[in-house]
């Protein structure tokens, strides 16, 4: 097949050669050759290899960070939820509780009953710091039964902290429009 072309080409010179480059061409080209030669090479941009060693840096250092962060961060204890299906049901009636009444009493906030709110919330970050002492205190004892019901009296006392704030705040509604009549 490749002799069958040549020939055909060499047979078919004279009508291939009808048309002659325009005057200066072959300067024109030369110019060309001589400025590439003379200019320095362009790089296309950064190399693949170099983009994939920094990738694999980045991996590296944050798998390194994510698992140093994992081991130096405050220790975690295990929730009453994690300890049976019974306790999860009873850790997520009172969150479920407990939220339902703070979302009550933010709608009962006021200028004028705001200093009660404020400690009533001060009270609830003791009991909720209290309940993640128990939650480290159930991880070392082995989920201990005392443990378990310390955190429920935890839930609880939250619970009666809200509902003795909600009785206040109705208290105090009672006797804020009687106060301005006067």
Known sequence: MKNNMEDFFRDKRQEFDAVEPNIGHFERFQAKLNKEKTEPKKKGGTPWYVLAIAAS???????????????????????????????????????????????????????????????????????????????????????????????INNFQSRLQVLQNLMDRLEEFEELAPQENRV
């Open 57 to 151: 840096v980045l991996l590296f250092f944050g798998y390194w960070m994510g698992n140093y962060n994992q081991s130096t961060s405050i220790e975690q204890g295990i929730e009453l939820a994690e300890v049976s299906p019974q306790m999860e049901e009873t850790q997520n009636f009172y969150v479920a509780t407990i939220q339902k009444e703070i979302n009550e009493i933010k709608l009962k906030k006021t200028e004028a009953n705001q200093k009660i709110i404020d400690d009533a919330f001060i009270q609830l970050e003791l009991l909720e710091t209290n309940y993640r002492k128990l939650t480290l205190e159930l991880k070392e004892s082995n989920a201990d039964k005392r443990v378990i019901y310390a955190m």
